[in-house]
């Protein structure tokens, strides 16, 4: 089974602090995307990355910044956190695009900024 | 710029009914309409997804409607279970480097016993 493992289910932060948010994936998957969730606006895709070192701005990127520095793990950065990105956020991981290969969520990180 | 409308917001079945959620998009590229599930405290799953060379797919209690020239697709769950109880999003994507999904805003499906 694919596993995209998320460091923390909760996290609470401060305004103004930079917060690292982590995914693993252990399936060898090419791609890796992060995106919040909030009620009534579904889920909005942050970035994404297709391969190592390479990233793309998704449809919400602004105020955030990404990481990929080895295949299995994509990280997401606040790097300066305000109240509004008070969210859920969920990682996913997939083949490339040829198949139609579906996407494997992680379980999500519930941030909340004070 | 919501690119994928779902409908509605929120759904109440009774035990054994049918389950119908809407979508309509308004990219023309779009090539592929996944639907996930996502139970609480866990993150979306793939469903069931659709090409639009079909106009209707099937798996189990679960069918996707295609409607090309109207631009929309819908799900309908056939026998509805408690267990179905979750929230659903359809979602469209079109060939690119990963393949980014653009998901709908999700409807929260109650089926009651």
């Known amino acids: 089974d694919v596993k995209v493992t998320q460091s923390s289910r909760y996290l609470v932060k401060r305004t103004g602090e930079k917060v690292f948010l982590e995914c693993v994936q252990d399936?060898?998957?090419?791609?890796m995307f992060w995106y919040r969730q909030d009620p009534g606006l579904g889920l909005r895709l942050i970035y994404f990355?297709?391969?190592?070192?390479?990233?793309e701005k998704g449809d919400i990127p602004e105020g955030y910044s990404v990481s990929r520095e080895k295949k299995e793990r994509f990280s997401l950065i606040l790097e300066s956190a305000s109240t509004n990105q008070t969210s859920m956020y969920l990682c996913?991981?997939?083949?490339?695009?040829?198949?139609?290969?579906?996407?494997?969520f992680g379980d999500g990180t519930r941030l909340s900024i004070l | 710029q919501q690119q994928v409308k779902q409908s509605p917001q929120s759904l109440i079945v009774q035990k054994g009914g049918i389950s119908i959620i809407n979508c309509a998009y308004e990219?023309?590229?779009?090539?592929?309409f996944p639907w996930y599930q996502q139970f609480p405290g866990k993150g979306p799953a793939l469903l069931i997804a659709?090409?639009?060379?079909?106009s209707e797919k099937k798996e189990g209690r679960f069918t996707i409607s295609f409607n090309k020239s109207a631009k929309q697709f819908s799900l309908h769950i056939m026998d509805s279970q408690p267990g179905d109880s979750a929230t659903y999003f359809c979602?469209?994507?079109?060939?690119?480097?990963?393949?980014?999904?653009?998901f709908g805003s999700g409807t929260q499906l109650t089926v009651l016993p």
């Open positions: 399936m060898d998957h090419e791609n």
């Open positions: 990355s297709y391969d190592v070192k390479m990233k």
């Open positions: 990219n023309t590229a779009f090539d592929y």
């Open positions: 659709i090409r639009p060379d079909v």
């Open positions: 996913a991981s997939s083949f490339p695009q040829g198949g139609d290969q579906p996407q494997h």
């Open positions: 979602a469209a994507s079109r060939s690119g480097s990963a393949r980014q999904l653009t």
